[in-house]
């Protein structure tokens, strides 16, 4: 009876410590606008959202696998093997860019995506979608249609949406790089302010 008895207490405290549950994980899986392209290491966004996670008191760690000149393809690729060894709570899905500017098929890239999404929500994790825009380079129905893939998955898949992750950068030349298409130091608090918008309501949930 004293052994039941101590394990019952042993099992309390290890709850009341909050040692039953475990950290959430949040999987990023992106291109160069991920991955610190050009920036020092610890400025991306992604590295920001570590310490926002810090500040707002909230148990997840991020894994960053992002990648400088992902595809929607090379992300289908990747993905089934990431989901296997880190198990996330969140899939944020940060890619598309490079399908734009290099005038892939619109329609290739939205079967990526579709894949991509299907496959993080069978592993039981949320997904949020980064939408992407791209410069009329190739024709404006080209960039019409490319914009419009992301909320129309988004709504097809009852996923969250940012809208569009370079929202408050693209339209001031300040904030982007020397070649004009990367980001900047100064411009990552504001993508990250875009992103989490829509990602701390999938973590507090």
Known sequence: MRIFRATV????A????????ASKTI???GDSLSAEYGLVRGSGWVSLLEQRLKTEKIDAVVVNASISGETSSGGKNR???????????????????????RGLSVRASEDNFRAMINAAKKARAKVLLAGMQIPP??????????AALYPKLAKETKSPLVPFLLTGVA?????????????N??????????????????LIK
């Open 9 to 12: 207490l042993i099992v309390l």
């Open 14 to 21: 290890l709850f009341a410590s909050g040692a039953h549950s």
């Open 27 to 29: 999987l990023v899986l």
């Open 79 to 101: 993905l089934g093997p990431l989901l296997e060894k880190y198990h996330p709570a969140v899939v944020i899905i940060e890619l598309g860019g490079n399908d734009g500017l």
């Open 137 to 146: 380079n190739y024709g404006r129905d080209y960039a019409d249609q490319f």
């Open 171 to 183: 339209d001031r030349p300040e904030l982007f790089q020397s070649d004009r298409i990367h980001p």
């Open 185 to 202: 130091a100064q411009a990552h608090p504001v993508m990250l302010s875009n992103v989490w918008l829509y990602l701390k309501p999938l």
